[in-house]
C-alpha cells in the first residue's frame, strides 16, 4: 500500500533553515508527481510546491526564492529544502500524491518558527 513518511521538521528561529524529507512507498515513485502541503493553526491546508515527474517544478509565490523541492528517485524521497524562514511558515507540513486515483497523504512534520 502506498505510504508517505515525513521527517525533518521542527524549532527553528525565524531567518534559519530546515530541510524536510518524505519517504515514499508502495507505488512507482519515479512515475509520479510528488506534492508539499501544509497547515496552519485555523487556516486551510495550502500547496506549498510541487515536482512532476519529469522534474519541472512549482512553488506558491509565498516561498518562491526560499524554499526549493527536490527529488531523488534512487531514494524514493522527495525534498523541501526550506530557507530564510518566517514565523507566518509555521504549520504541519504533509507530502502527497495522487496515485491511481487515489489521494495519499502523509502523517505530517511539524515546523515552528520563532525566537
Known amino acids: 500500500q502506498v505510504q508517505l513518511v515525513e521527517s525533518g521538521g521542527g524549532l527553528v528561529q525565524p531567518g534559519g533553515s530546515l530541510r524536510l524529507s518524505c519517504v515514499a512507498s508502495g507505488f512507482r515513485f519515479s512515475d509520479y508527481s510528488m506534492s508539499w502541503y501544509r497547515q496552519a493553526p485555523g487556516k486551510e491546508r495550502e500547496l506549498v510546491a510541487l515536482?512532476?515527474?519529469?522534474?519541472?517544478?512549482f512553488h506558491t509565490d509565498a516561498v518562491k526564492g526560499r524554499f526549493t523541492i527536490s527529488r531523488a528517485n534512487a531514494k524514493n524521497t522527495v525534498y523541501l529544502q526550506m530557507s530564510s524562514l518566517k514565523p507566518e511558515d509555521t504549520a504541519v507540513y504533509c507530502c502527497?500524491?495522487?496515485?491511481?486515483?487515489?489521494?495519499?497523504w502523509g502523517q505530517g512534520t511539524q515546523v515552528t518558527v520563532s525566537p
Open positions: 515536482i512532476t515527474n519529469a522534474g519541472g517544478t
Open positions: 502527497y500524491v495522487r496515485h491511481m486515483g487515489t489521494k495519499y
